[in-house]
T-cell receptor, first 116, second 107 residues
Framework: NAGVMQNPRHLVRRRGQEARLRCSPMKGHSHVYWYRQLPEEGLKFMVYLQKENIIDESGMPKERFSAEFPKEGPSILRIQQVVRGDSAAYFC??????????????FGDGTRLSIL | RKEVEQDPGPFNVPEGATVAFNCTYSNSASQSFFWYRQDCRKEPKLLMSVYSSGNEDGRFTAQLNRASQYISLLIRDSKLSDSATYLCVVNAGKSTFGDGTTLTVKP
């Protein structure tokens, strides 16, 4: 009964390095969402993906951030040339259908990214 | 104006108290609504869906008022374990989370 699996749980990077965050949705779920939570702030939507498609990336910063959800394998959130301001908790959620279908999202444990 | 706005916290209440949170949303086309709780910056966990007719789950009651565009969460007989941040979620093509309301239940 595996839920949404995120790894790593904690990731430390130096400024300028790349960070790759992985998310495997719950079994049977084909919709993946990424959120970022900065320290002392609320949860902010970043991107919504289906298999091989980006549906909504309106919350993604224009530069350095990208996301994919390939046909095989987990969804990847990639941050290039990380800066101190990228330090945050990154949560992934999945649902079996579109958000409009009244299906709630289920969250993974998150990845805590720390930039030195 | 934010798409989803919640009561500013924190709420500090004694055990056994009844507490209510409100959440307003701006998109009249919103189709589904949920309450989540988040403990100590762990992952948000679904508390309950919010249905048009209102729904209850034990000590928790959720209501939706489409005309006024708000949802509410009522917690009766508060327990220490209810201490958490409560997030309202509004879906209209994508999910929008409120910033959360922090509840602390004290002995």
């Amino acid at each position: 009964n595996a839920g949404v699996m995120q790894n790593p749980r904690h990731l430390v990077r130096r400024r300028g390095q790349e960070a790759r965050l992985r998310c495997s949705p719950m079994k049977g779920h084909s919709h993946v969402y990424w959120y970022r939570q900065l320290p002392e702030e609320g949860l902010k939507f970043m991107v919504y993906l289906q298999k091989e498609n980006i549906i909504d990336e309106s919350g993604m910063p224009k530069e350095r951030f990208s996301a994919e959800f390939p046909k095989e394998g987990p969804s990847i959130l990639r941050i290039q040339q990380v800066v101190r301001g990228d330090s945050a908790a990154y949560f992934c959620a999945s649902s079996p259908d579109r958000v409009d279908s009244n299906q709630p999202q289920h969250f993974g444990d998150g990845t805590r990214l720390s930039i030195l | 104006r934010k798409e989803v706005e919640q009561d500013p916290g924190p709420f500090n209440v004694p055990e056994g108290a009844t507490v209510a949170f409100n959440c307003t949303y701006s998109n009249s086309a919103s189709q589904s609504f949920f309450w989540y709780r988040q403990d100590c910056r762990k992952e948000p966990k679904l508390l309950m869906s919010v249905y048009s007719s209102g729904n209850e789950d034990g000590r928790f009651t959720a209501q939706l008022n489409r005309a006024s565009q708000y949802i509410s969460l009522l917690i009766r007989d508060s327990k220490l374990s209810d201490s958490a941040t409560y997030l309202c979620v509004v879906n209209a093509g994508k999910s929008t989370f409120g910033d959360g309301t922090t509840l602390t239940v004290k002995p």
